[in-house]
């Protein structure tokens, strides 16, 4: 492979091998299970907990293809945020979502399908989709945090929004360097990593089936 092909299969690579090192994790659980009693533990638990699951991390790569392939993309990930937190809000409200797990892996493959379309989707969709994926993964990621005291819940919110920010917005910023073709045009590269994230939600909705049914 010369140097000059590597630029080009450089997103797909980074994507796959992400997905793959996170198979192992599917139980989620940054603190092997223990809710965070002090702030340090809230914090790696925040940080940790949204990139040791397939699911959550497949979506954040997700997102940040989405968002390389509008101009003013790296507003998108803001919805998924705000949406994500509420999400966690609900989780501690006690609100009942029911087949949490299979929503979570099916807004995965959607958004890993928006990534692979050859024709861009209007911004508000993107938005509306982030909005509703990003309520669904925070509620999801509600889970861990439960029971908790103030000083740690406070801390995990903070791991979380700084982890999926700084993915969101790195992957978008670094898939539009790499890619270097249009916005609306998404390249060969682009589109395959979308196949791998779509396929990631693919294994996680097939995997959490049986607990469901």
Excluded at 63 to 70: D, M
């Amino acid at each position: 492979m010369t140097a000059r092909l590597l630029p080009k299969t450089c997103l797909t690579a980074l994507t796959l091998a992400g997905l793959i090192a996170a198979t192992p994790a599917l139980a989620h659980h940054a603190m092997d299970g223990q809710t965070p009693s002090t702030f340090v533990q809230g914090l790696l638990s925040g940080l940790g907990h949204p990139v040791i699951g397939l699911d959550h991390l497949a979506a954040l790569i997700g997102v940040g293809l989405v968002s390389s392939r509008f101009a003013r993309g790296l507003t998108l990930p803001a919805f998924w945020i705000v949406a994500m937190a509420a999400g966690v809000g609900l989780h501690l409200a006690s609100a009942d979502l029911p087949y949490a797990e299979l929503l979570v892996a099916l807004s995965v493959v959607v958004i890993g399908i928006a990534a692979t379309m050859r024709s861009t989707l209007p911004y508000a969709a993107i938005a509306t989709l982030f909005a509703i994926g990003g309520a669904v993964h925070g509620y999801a990621l509600g889970e861990s945090i439960v029971g908790a005291e103030s000083t740690p819940l406070a801390s995990y919110l903070i791991g979380l929004i700084v982890v999926q920010t700084a993915l969101t917005t790195g992957i978008a910023f670094a898939a539009r360097r790499l890619a270097k073709s249009s916005f609306q045009v998404p390249s060969l590269q682009l589109r395959l990593a979308g196949m791998a994230v779509a396929l990631a939600g693919a294994a996680t909705f097939a995997l959490a089936l049986p607990t469901a049914a």
